[in-house]
């Protein structure tokens, strides 16, 4: 990619940025993600909550993208960035370390060095949802901000979904950009792909505790997921522990 039509892409992502954090479309999520910032957990009672929506983070000049469900109460709804201080955010951080997108394993808070090459992670919706569970009208009001990230991104070449609801916005998101849905409908699976000439998608179990607690995400699964992601990208095999290279 050529210097200014990266950056270009950087300005239009930037402004991207600044129109989806000042949403307010969902009067729900909006009074909900405002209260959790209000309020706080006890163990973050001295830290200012961010308390808007999210914008996606990452490599500009990204060929695979990482989308999740929606920011959490606690997790990115606290530190302005998608899956940064929640356990979900620890083990997909960690992943992509060790498979070569990340050039450190944590991720606790904006400006705490992080740097992703080749990836771009964001989420179905932007705010917060009680009880993690975005109504379908909500989904379907955030749609426009995923068309136009994905618009403003023609490197993307496969879409790792982060559980079902990851899977069906991405169908969705796809449809909205002119991409038929096969019939029958594409259900979700771990390590299900869905081949396309334009954004393929890959399933994966999301890296909640519920799933990670009981085993039913393991690293080495949540690796493997991202090392095929990879393949189907075109990028290289990863670095040993993600070292070397050069991170933006
Ligand atoms: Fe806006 Fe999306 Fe948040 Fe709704 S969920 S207020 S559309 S950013």
């Known amino acids: 990619m050529s210097s200014a039509f990266a950056s270009e892409r ?35 009672a001295h830290e200012t909550y961010w308390g808007r929506p999210l914008p996606g983070f990452g490599d500009p000049a990204a060929r695979v993208l990482v989308l999740g469900l929606a920011p959490a109460a606690h997790g990115g709804n606290r530190t302005g960035r998608v899956f940064t201080g929640d356990r979900s955010g ?11 997108f990340a050039n450190q394993p944590q991720s606790t808070r904006r400006g ?3 740097r992703l090459r080749d990836c771009w992670i964001t989420a179905a919706v932007r705010c917060a949802p009680p009880a993690n569970r975005p109504t379908p009208q909500e989904r379907d009001t ?13 490197d993307v070449r496969i879409i790792v979904c982060l559980g079902a609801f990851a899977w069906d916005a991405a169908l969705r998101l796809r ?20 081949p396309s000439t334009r954004w393929p998608l890959i399933g994966c179990f999301h890296p909640s505790q519920q799933n990670t607690f009981t085993g ?8 493997a997921v991202l090392r095929r992601a990879r ?5 290289a095999e990863p670095q040993p522990h993600g070292g070397g290279g050069h991170f933006l």
Request: neutral net charge; proline residues 6%.
């Open 231 to 235: 393949a189907l990208a075109g990028l």
């Open 112 to 114: 705490d060095g992080l």
């Open 10 to 44: 950087r300005v239009a992502l930037a402004e991207l940025e600044r129109e989806v954090t000042d949403c307010r479309r969902c009067p729900r999520l909006v009074a909900w993600r405002e209260q959790v910032a209000r309020e706080r957990r006890a163990a973050f």
């Open 90 to 100: 620890d083990w997909l951080f960690a992943a992509l370390w060790r498979t070569g």
């Open 216 to 223: 039913r995400l393991t690293e080495e699964m949540l690796d």
């Open 142 to 154: 955030c749609q426009p901000w995923a068309e136009h990230e994905l618009s403003l991104m023609p």
């Open 175 to 194: 449809s909205a950009l002119g991409e038929a849905t096969p019939r029958p409908r594409p259900r979700f699976g771990h390590g299900r792909e869905l």
